[in-house]
């Protein structure tokens, strides 16, 4: 086959520890499979304004759009939380989605049966619980205009939420087209009864919904949908949503599964090309001990092998790897739900890396 170029940007905190136990999982299932990745590093977040003085350098974009897919770790932490905007590790993060058009980012949230101790629901409720939040990634509040004014009542500031309907049938179509492949449920979730935008997300949603009969579609506001999450996991699909609803609820569905460490996404544009992270952030409170789960990282490489590369079996193979470890009892210790002998990372990743074949 091929070889595959992949850019890794490994970022800040626990960003480049559950990174390298991504990489030695693709270097493995080269070697089983007979695909060949070439890797190529870049500077980003945090790490990159202190050496570069900006959090996503055009030499990184460069690196990036000259790869077939993108590995990224996780950026941010306190030494840069006060920086101006242009110099904060997340402004990078939204930066390079944009730069690339990755419009689509899916977060698919599976509850390991093995694992239904390790969250804070009871497991009855859990029991069954596979669902995708597909959230937009290049519009909403996140981009709009910001600004501050001075007033009567002292200073002032604003963040704009637009979506034209462009923007939202796009993802609209993302959302039905997944569900097609899956248990053909829809929910699309808004806030139509109070916003502007939600309006016209719905008005988009139900129109694009003549071209999917197949797909049962329900509407659900995001505050009933917050709370419907932990009610009743196991009764949702696919959720489709805009941008900050969407980072909202998906930090929610993680702890269906147990812990954040276990949420993988990949963020998608118009073709195969694609950028794969976990959901979690940088964790500065255990960066540097060893303690953060890589499956999230190790299961967006899945992602990218098989969305980016096509290779299903090899993504198969590591989903496979993975189910195979916890159910051996394997456990980091954001999962051990209180037993002791936790794994490192390093050691979760080698776990998995030895259950890795075709
Ligand atoms: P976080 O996801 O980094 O951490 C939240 C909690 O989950 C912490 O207690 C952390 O220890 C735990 N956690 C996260 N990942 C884990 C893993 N793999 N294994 C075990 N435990 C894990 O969110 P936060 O604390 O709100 O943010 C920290 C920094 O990360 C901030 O600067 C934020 O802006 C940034 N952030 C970046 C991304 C990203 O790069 N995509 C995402 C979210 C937050
Ligand atoms: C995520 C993160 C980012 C987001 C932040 C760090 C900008 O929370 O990837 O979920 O809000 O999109
Ligand atoms: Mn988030």
Not at 184 to 199: G, Q
Not at 226 to 247: K, Y
Not at 252 to 258: N, R, S
């Amino acid at each position: 086959a091929e070889t595959k170029k992949i850019a890794v940007i490994a970022g800040d905190g626990i960003g480049p520890e559950v990174v390298a136990e991504a990489e030695k999982v693709l270097q493995k299932v080269g070697e089983v499979f007979g695909y060949t990745f070439e890797t190529e590093h870049a500077l980003f977040g945090g790490i990159a304004i202190d050496q570069k003085g900006t959090p996503l350098p055009q030499e990184t974009l460069d690196v990036c759009k000259r790869a077939d897919a993108v590995l990224l770790g996780a950026v941010g932490g306190p030494q840069w939380d006060n920086n101006p905007k242009e110099l904060r590790p997340e402004t990078g993060l939204l930066g390079i989605r944009k730069e690339l058009g990755l419009f689509s980012n899916l977060r698919p949230a599976v509850v390991f049966d093995c694992l239904k101790d390790a969250s804070t629901l009871k497991p009855e409720v859990l029991e069954g619980t596979d669902l995708m939040v597909v959230r937009e990634l290049t519009g909403g509040i996140y981009f709009g205009e910001k600004f501050r004014r001075e007033t009567e009542f002292g200073e002032e500031a604003v963040d704009t939420c637009a979506y034209n309907v462009t923007e939202i049938e796009r993802i609209a179509r993302q959302g039905f087209e997944i569900a097609m492949k899956r248990r053909k449920k829809l929910a699309s979730v808004d806030k139509a009864n109070v916003l502007e935008t939600s309006r016209l997300w719905r008005e988009t949603v139900i129109r694009v919904s003549a071209e999917y009969p197949e797909v049962e579609l329900e509407h659900v506001l995001v505050d009933n949908c917050a709370m419907q999450l932990l009610r009743r996991p196991s009764s949702f699909d696919v959720i489709v949503t805009e941008n900050m609803f969407g980072d909202i609820l998906s930090d929610e569905a993680a702890m269906l599964t147990g812990s954040i460490g276990m949420l993988a996404s990949a963020s998608l544009g118009e073709g195969s090309y694609g950028l794969y992270e976990p959901v979690h952030g940088s964790a500065p409170d255990i960066a540097g001990q060893g303690l953060a789960n890589p499956i999230a990282t190790i299961l967006s490489t899945a992602l990218m092998l098989r969305l980016t590369f096509g290779y299903s079996e090899a993504a198969d193979a590591i989903e496979r790897a993975v189910a195979e470890v916890l159910d051996a009892g394997h456990r980091t210790s954001d999962i051990a739900a209180g037993r002791g002998n936790a794994l490192s990372t390093t050691q979760m990743g080698e776990q998995i890396l030895n259950a890795i074949r075709k």
